[in-house]
C-alpha cells in the first residue's frame, strides 16, 4: 500500500501524464484564491457574495457544456490507442467548431440566461445589482472558453499533458496579476475581476491553438473531409448528451447548494464561497490522477488490452487515495490560517471557521467518484455517469437535505458530503459489474 515501494511502468506513465494536469488543475483555484482574497479584504461582504453568484452562474452555463473537455479527452484517447490520425485531426476540427458556434449563441442570448440565474439564487439586491454587472461582461468570454475546454481535452487524450499545463498557468498567471491590478490598484472592484477572466480566457485559447498546431499528426494535411457533415456533428452531440446531462446536474446542485446559503444571510454566502473554494482545489488536485486515468484508460480501449486497462485503474486509485488523505491532512492541520487568508471580515471568518470540519470529510468521500470519473471518460461509458448523477442528486442529495433543513447550513454541507459518497459507491458498483462481464470492451 506504500505508494512509493516498487512502482511499476504503469506507475511511472501515470505519474508522468498526471503531475502536469494536476499543476495546471491547482491553478484553476488558484484563481479563485485570489478573487477571494482580493474582493475578501474590502470592506463590504457584497462584493465577494456577488462574484460567489456570477462566478457559479457561469461554472454552471460553460460546464453545461464540459463535454466539450471530457467527450473530447475520451474519443482522441481512443483515436490514439487506435493510432488513427485522420480520426484524431477530425475530432479536433469538428469540436472547436460546434465550440465556437455554441459560444456566440451563449452571447447572443446572454440576457435571459444571467437574469434566469441570478432569480433562481435570490441573493440580496445588493449582491444581485453587482453579480449581474460582473456576469454582463463574463459573458463575453463564452467562445474562448469552450474551444479552450476542447484543446484541453484534445491534448490530455493524445497524452501531451505539458500543453494544457503550459496554457492555463500562463493565462491563470495573467488572471492574477490583472486582478491584482483592476480590484487592489484601480478599485474596479467586482466587476475588475470580471474583466481580467475574459482577458486571461482568451489568452489560454491563443496558447493552446499555437499548443495544438505543433501537435498535429504528422502528414495529415488539411481537407474538407475533415470538416464532416451535418450528421457528424449531431453524432457528436448524441455521443455527449449523457456527459452534458451528467454535469447540468452536478452544478445545478452546487448552484442549489450556493442558493440556499445565500438566503441564510450574506454571511453564510460568503463563508460558504470561502469553504467551497477549497473544495474546487480538492477537485481539481485529484483530478490529476484522473485526468491521466482517462487518458491511459482510453488508449487501453483503443487497443482493445484488458490487463493494461486494469493495470491503470489499480494504479490510479491507489495514487487517488494517497492524495485525498494528504488533502484532509492539509486542511485538518492549516485550515484556520488558510480561511483567514481569504478573509479579513470577522463575521465571514468565524462562519467558515464554524463548517470547516466538513472540509476534512470531503477528500475521502469525493475521491472515489473523481478517479471513477476518469476511468468512465476514459472508456466513453457517459450514459452510466449520467445515471449514477442522476441517483446521487434526486435519490440521495435532495431527500438528505429535505431531512436535515433543521440543522440549517450544516444540513446543507452533511448533504453535499452524502452525495459524494452515494457517487463513488453507484459508479463502484457498476465498475465490477462491467468488470466481471467484461463489459469495457464492448459497444
Not at 74 to 85: M, S
Not at 89 to 113: E, K, N, Y
Not at 385 to 414: D, R
Amino acid at each position: 500500500m506504500w505508494p512509493f515501494r516498487s512502482l511499476s511502468a504503469t506507475d511511472h506513465r501515470l505519474w508522468m501524464l498526471a503531475w502536469p494536469l494536476m499543476l495546471t488543475n491547482l491553478t484553476v483555484p488558484l484563481l479563485g484564491l485570489v478573487d477571494t482574497a482580493v474582493l475578501g479584504h474590502l470592506d463590504s461582504p457584497e462584493y465577494l457574495g456577488a462574484v460567489a453568484v456570477g462566478a457559479n452562474l457561469f461554472t454552471i452555463l460553460y460546464w453545461t457544456f464540459g463535454f466539450m473537455r471530457m467527450g473530447t479527452t475520451g474519443l482522441a484517447a481512443q483515436a490514439f490507442g487506435r493510432r488513427d490520425h485522420f480520426g484524431q485531426t477530425a475530432l479536433l476540427v469538428r469540436s472547436l467548431l460546434l465550440a465556437v458556434f455554441i459560444g456566440v449563441l451563449l452571447i447572443g442570448f446572454h440576457q435571459p440566461l444571467i437574469r434566469t440565474g441570478l432569480a433562481l439564487m435570490q441573493p440580496s439586491a445588493e449582491v444581485t445589482a453587482l453579480a449581474a454587472e460582473y456576469a454582463a461582461i463574463r459573458i463575453w468570454s463564452a467562445p474562448a472558453v469552450l474551444c479552450q475546454y476542447t484543446l484541453v481535452g484534445w491534448l490530455i487524450g493524445t497524452q501531451f499533458p505539458r500543453g494544457p499545463m503550459l496554457m492555463l498557468i500562463v493565462a491563470n498567471c495573467l488572471n492574477i496579476v490583472l486582478d491584482v491590478l483592476f480590484v487592489t490598484l484601480l478599485g474596479w472592484n467586482s466587476w475588475g475581476v470580471a474583466v481580467a477572466t475574459v482577458i486571461a480566457e482568451y489568452a489560454a485559447t491563443l496558447i493552446g491553438f499555437w499548443l495544438v498546431w505543433q501537435r498535429l499528426p504528422a502528414g495529415q494535411r488539411f481537407s474538407r473531409a475533415l470538416l464532416g457533415r451535418i450528421a457528424d456533428y449531431r453524432e457528436l452531440l448524441r455521443v455527449n448528451r449523457y456527459i452534458m446531462v451528467r454535469t447540468i446536474t452536478l452544478l445545478l446542485v452546487l448552484a442549489f447548494f450556493t442558493a440556499q446559503g445565500a438566503r441564510q444571510g450574506d454571511i453564510t454566502l460568503a463563508a460558504n464561497a470561502v469553504l467551497l473554494t477549497f473544495l474546487l482545489m480538492i477537485s481539481n488536485g485529484l483530478d490529476g490522477f484522473a485526468n491521466a486515468a482517462e487518458a491511459m484508460v482510453g488508449e487501453a480501449v483503443g487497443q482493445h488490452n484488458p490487463e493494461g486497462f486494469m493495470a491503470v485503474c489499480r494504479t490510479a486509485a491507489r495514487w487517488s487515495l494517497w492524495g485525498a488523505l494528504l488533502f484532509t491532512l492539509v486542511f485538518f492541520i492549516g485550515g484556520p490560517a488558510l480561511v483567514g487568508l481569504l478573509t479579513s471580515i470577522e463575521e465571514v471568518k468565524a462562519t467558515a471557521l464554524a463548517y470547516l470540519p466538513w472540509l476534512w470529510t470531503l477528500p475521502l468521500a469525493a475521491v472515489g467518484g473523481f478517479v471513477l470519473d476518469g476511468i468512465f471518460i476514459g472508456a466513453t461509458r457517459t450514459r452510466e455517469m449520467q445515471n449514477t448523477m442522476l441517483f446521487s442528486a434526486l435519490v440521495v442529495f435532495l431527500p438528505s437535505w429535505w431531512l436535515t433543513t433543521g440543522w440549517g447550513n450544516h444540513g446543507l454541507w452533511f448533504s453535499l458530503v452524502f452525495l459524494m459518497l452515494a457517487r463513488a459507491a453507484s459508479m463502484g458498483w457498476l465498475f465490477v459489474r462491467y468488470t466481471r462481464q467484461n463489459g469495457w470492451f464492448t459497444e
